[in-house]
């Protein structure tokens, strides 16, 4: 048994190579214990399949990092980067290594395939927070849980941006929401629907019965913002109830997937319609928010894998503007 500290001894064929790479990180100042546990997992891995050799090669790494169930994303993205860093060190100490490509973990996070609600799913989960009754600790959440998840898909909304609207930013007679805290620092406006600009003005009658331009639109029960996480756990209990698996951060649907299913119906109202997508994207990519089209075109490759039958009929004429699978 060879010990790189007082827990971790690795007994593989790269017992004394994993001792090494764990005792040079510690030299210079990392703890390196969860890692060091990690690569104890990886020399039983070793061991089990009849690895047997002082080198690192290409399958058994590749091996090594695929997916397991019930592992996150990020999860999997560490272990891949211990095994970057590890291949690198074996090569540099002169050893065959083979070193994992630095962009393929991040390849794998782009192609997050987000979950694109059908009518039937969004009328549900509508259901679901109309039927969330008001609490002793939360007494106008069957007011405002209804509201916020129709926003969040009827105006292709950031979490963020909703729950940081206040009373003064939703403009009844204009029927706009400002949104000015978004992700890049650009404010816009962004218009209401005529039933959903009636469905605040209702709201307001209800819940800002007095008048405080500077309350936030959507109050928490204590008076201030809501926080994100609140929202994203009555959220897990609705598709909880409605039968969506949801596996955690990264596997399942996310709030965030409310948005992409507002852009995707977008796109696939305009394609049915015949508009002229070249000069709507613009106006699509403004409206979201984003600072330039490419964000907005990743949308579009998204409409095009997801109804192929429809987008195929103008492919001929806007192929130029879908970006490849590899871009998503």
């Given at each position: 048994m060879q010990k790189t500290n007082r827990t971790v001894s690795y007994s593989g064929p790269l017992a004394d190579i994993l001792k090494g790479f764990v005792e040079e990180k510690q030299a210079v100042g990392y703890k390196y214990q969860k890692s060091a546990f990690t690569l104890k997992r990886f020399d039983r891995f070793c061991i089990s399949i009849g690895h047997d050799e002082l080198c690192l090669t290409k399958e058994l790494v590749l091996m090594w990092t695929e997916k397991q169930p019930h592992e996150t994303e990020n999860t999997r993205k560490n272990r891949i980067s211990l095994m970057r860093l590890l291949g690198s060190y074996m090569v540099r100490i002169g050893y065959d290594a083979y070193v994992y490509p630095t962009r393929v973990d991040k390849v794998t996070n782009d192609r997050y395939m987000p979950h694109i609600f059908s009518t039937n799913e969004l009328v549900g989960l509508f259901k679901q927070a109309d039927n969330c009754k008001p609490h002793i600790m939360s007494p106008n959440r069957h007011r405002i849980l209804p509201l916020l998840f129709r926003i969040l898909y009827g105006c292709g909304?950031?979490?963020?941006?909703?729950?940081?609207?206040?009373?003064?930013?939703?403009?009844?007679d204009e029927g706009t929401l400002k949104i000015l805290s978004s992700k890049f620092g650009k404010e816009r406006l962004v218009p209401l629907c005529p039933?959903?600009?009636?469905?605040?003005?209702?709201?307001?009658q209800k819940v800002h019965f007095i008048n405080n331009p500077e309350g936030y639109f959507f109050p928490s029960p204590y008076g201030g913002m809501f926080d994100e996480k609140t929202i994203y756990n009555y959220f897990r209990r609705f598709l909880w109830n409605m039968g969506?698996?949801?596996g955690g951060r990264g596997n399942g649907p996310r709030l965030h997937d409310l948005r992409h299913t507002f852009a995707v119906h977008c796109l696939?109202?305009?394609?049915?319609?015949?508009?002229?997508?070249?000069?709507a994207l613009p106006f699509l990519s403004t409206y979201l928010g984003h600072t330039g089209l490419k964000s907005t075109q990743h949308y579009l490759r998204l409409t095009a894998e997801l109804y192929p039958d429809i987008v195929s009929a103008v492919e001929m004429r806007f192929g130029f503007i879908i970006p490849d699978g590899g871009e998503l």
């Open positions: 909304l950031r979490i963020s941006e909703a729950l940081q609207l206040k009373v003064k930013d939703v403009l009844l039933s959903l600009s009636a469905y605040c003005r209702e709201y307001m969506i698996s949801h696939k109202r305009w394609v049915a319609r015949g508009v002229d997508l070249s000069a």
